[in-house]
């Protein structure tokens, strides 16, 4: 048989720990006489509806968690179409100037000398 590992032994000189004092003991509640069927019923009842009511209340939360994650996606994409359509603007006007400039010079190659 294998021999167990030997317990490390206090030192000789520590004296034994005091015992614990004794812990008092609680009153013992009287005995509840169980519930009737009615009483346990209801209070069967009240839980469901509080639960419903926590349930109602987390998929409210959940809604409005859901309806502020879109509001800010749908903000972002606003943002991103607005600076898309100012970078298309710029460049549209970009081009209406060199537009001008070139029909401006085309129409003064045309003109006679004596137009005013």
Not at 7 to 33: G, I, L
Request: charged letters at 30%; hydrophobic letters at 35%; glycine letters at 4%.
């Amino acid at each position: 048989m294998p021999q167990r590992p030997r317990r490390a032994s206090r030192p000789k000189s520590a004296p034994p720990a005091p015992p614990a004092p004794p812990v008092p003991s609680a009153p013992s509640a009287p005995h509840a006489p169980p519930l009737s069927s009615t009483q346990a019923g209801g209070y069967e009842n009240e839980i469901e509806g509080i639960l419903r009511d926590a349930s109602e209340r987390v998929r409210r939360f959940q809604a409005a968690c859901a309806h502020k994650h879109d509001n800010a996606r749908l903000e972002a994409r606003a943002e991103e179409i607005e600076a898309r359509y100012e970078a298309q603007r710029l460049r549209a006007l970009k081009e209406i100037e060199a537009f001008k400039k070139r029909t401006g010079a085309q129409q003064a190659l045309l003109r006679p000398a004596d137009w005013p």
